[in-house]
């Protein structure tokens, strides 16, 4: 991740031999031999949980993962500026081969996101980034079942919470939520559509309100949105968060604002 272009796959594959080569070497290798390589995750996550301790912090430690198909799309495409189109074209052309790599993929998730959990964190999030890049059919037929299966994996292995965040796809959250503790909605979802799920619903609120000066105006501006945050999600199990990552240009100060704001009207 370079800075300002978003992540960046050096050496994507280029055709689908190298999918099906992909395949092969992780058969070879095997998901424990693939996630001992990430030992330097698990290693920050209990140093982190050190530090919680000792600072008395009493906050719990979520981990995470990108979903399968979003790994995928990486792996095809490079990065999520360009190929837009990628991974529906190998879902079309090469099916098969495609579908494969995936339930590979979702084998390696859950192992890491399980070993994340050993580690010391008390949550766990998949990211389904991507799968906006689908048609809604194409995410029915291909991301759903992978990602009910992931959910069962890690509820077989893990007695923690685990949720899922379907960008630019939370129509389909009423579903997912079947197999997941919790879903996070896009800056895209209508808030009050909120207090038809379920479960535990967090997300939403909008980054940029978070960009400018440390004025008047813009911390009058934050209340005012927190505020018909709430409202909109009265009565429903609701966690306050972004509906997206924030880019850079936030001013740091004003997220305090919006934390600050978070606490005061959530107490009320």
């Known amino acids: 991740m370079p800075g300002g272009v978003g992540i960046q796959v050096p ?13 092969e070497e992780i058969e070879e290798r095997g998901v424990e031999s693939i996630v001992e390589e990430l030992e330097y995750v698990f290693e ?20 995470f993962s990108a979903s399968p198909y ?10 999520s500026k360009k190929n837009q189109d990628i991974g529906s074209h190998y ?53 759903l079942p992978i990602l009910k299966e992931l959910a069962e994996m890690f509820k077989r292995d893990n007695d923690v919470p685990v949720m899922i965040f379907a960008r630019d796809q939370c129509g389909f959250n009423r579903e997912l939520e079947e197999y997941y503790d919790g879903v996070t909605i896009d800056t895209n979802y209508d808030l009050e559509e909120v207090k ?24 009058g501006r934050i209340r005012k949105a927190v505020e018909e945050m709430f409202e909109k999600v009265e009565g429903g199990k609701y966690i306050a968060n972004l509906g997206e ?24």
């Open 91 to 143: 879902l079309k052309n090469h099916p098969s081969e495609t579908k494969r790599l995936l339930k590979q993929l979702n084998v390696i998730v859950n192992a890491y996101v399980s070993k994340q959990v050993e580690a010391g964190a008390k949550a766990v999030q998949i990211f389904e980034a991507l799968g906006g890049t689908l048609s809604g059919s194409e995410f029915r037929d291909v991301c």
């Open 11 to 23: 050496s994507p594959l280029k055709s689908v031999s190298d999918v099906v080569r992909m395949s």
């Open 196 to 219: 038809g799920l379920k479960g535990v619903v967090q997300g939403g609120f909008k980054p940029e309100i978070l960009i400018g000066e440390n004025n008047e105006e813009n911390r």
């Open 245 to 268: 990552g924030m880019g850079g240009k936030e001013n740091v100060e004003l997220v305090q604002v919006f934390l600050d704001t978070v606490r005061e009207v959530s107490g009320r």
């Open 70 to 79: 979003t790994l995928f799309y990486y792996m095809v495409g490079g990065s």
């Open 44 to 63: 920050s996550v209990r140093e982190i949980n050190r530090k919680i301790d000792e600072e008395g912090l009493d906050v719990p430690l979520l981990g």
